[in-house]
T-cell receptor
C-alpha cells in the first residue's frame, strides 16, 4: 500500500463544508484511493473510492487531480453526527496485502 | 448488506485467563482479519486469514493465536491474557484483500484486570 499523509485533526462548525486532503506521492498506476469513516466505539466503514477525477455518492465527494498524488474528501454541510475519524488508504483493489490503517484525521464538528 | 458479528461487545477477564474472541461473517468472504485499536496508535493488524485453516501473522501477533475452521468464523485467542492486551478488538472480512470492501464488526472492548 502506498504511504499516505493526512492531517491529524480538524474542527468544523455545523453546516460547513469540510475538505480533508490526503497526500500519496508514490501512488502506483493500478492503485485506488479509498476512504473509511470510523465513529466512536465502532469499526471503520467504507465511504467512498475513486481512481481519478471526481466521485460522488450520498455521503461524500472525492476529488482526485490528474497527477493523482493527492486526493480530497469533501463532506458537504457537516452535522454533529459526522464527528468521526477519517482514514485515507491507497492500494490495489485486489491482492494479498491487508489494509494498514494510519492514524486518520479526527474531525470534530461543533454546534 | 454484509454483516460481521463479534460475539461480545464488552468483556472483562483476569490476567492469565485464556480468552476467545469470536467473529462471524455472513457473506461468504474469503478473507478475514483481526485488528486491535488503542488510543494514539490507530488500528494494528494482529492476524489474517485468506482461506479456511490458513492464517498469516500481521504486525503484532505476539501473545495471540487464531483459528479458522469454517469459512464464516474467525476466532482470536489470547493464550494467557495480560493487562497490556486491554484494547478494542475489531474483526473484518472482505472478498478481496485490497483497499476496497472491508466490512468491520462493531468491536469487542476487552479489559484484562
Amino acid at each position: 500500500l502506498a504511504k499516505t499523509t493526512q492531517p491529524i485533526s480538524m474542527d468544523s462548525y455545523e453546516g460547513q463544508e469540510v475538505n480533508i486532503t490526503c497526500s500519496h506521492n508514490n501512488i502506483a498506476t493500478n492503485d485506488y484511493i479509498t476512504w473509511y469513516q470510523q465513529f466512536p466505539s465502532q469499526g471503520p466503514r467504507f465511504i467512498i473510492q475513486g481512481y481519478k477525477t471526481k466521485v460522488t455518492n450520498e455521503v461524500a465527494s472525492l476529488f482526485i487531480p490528474a497527477d493523482r498524488k493527492s486526493s480530497t474528501l469533501s463532506l458537504p454541510r457537516v452535522s454533529l453526527s459526522d464527528t468521526a475519524v477519517y482514514y485515507c488508504l491507497v492500494g490495489a483493489l485486489s491482492g494479498n496485502t491487508p489494509l494498514v490503517f494510519g492514524k486518520g484525521t479526527r474531525l470534530s464538528v461543533i454546534a | 448488506d454484509v454483516k460481521v458479528t463479534q460475539s461480545s461487545r464488552y468483556l472483562v477477564k483476569r490476567t492469565g485467563e485464556k480468552v476467545f474472541l469470536e467473529c462471524v461473517q455472513d457473506m461468504d468472504h474469503e478473507n478475514m482479519f483481526w485488528y486491535r485499536q488503542d488510543p494514539g496508535l490507530g488500528l494494528r493488524l494482529i492476524y489474517f486469514s485468506y482461506d479456511v485453516k490458513m492464517k498469516e501473522k500481521g504486525d503484532i501477533p505476539e501473545g495471540y493465536s487464531v483459528s479458522r475452521e469454517k469459512k464464516e468464523r474467525f476466532s482470536l485467542i489470547l493464550e494467557s491474557a495480560s493487562t497490556n492486551q486491554t484494547s478494542m478488538y475489531l474483526c473484518a472480512s472482505s472478498l478481496e484483500a485490497g483497499v476496497g470492501g472491508y466490512t468491520f464488526g462493531s468491536g469487542t472492548r476487552l479489559t484484562v484486570v
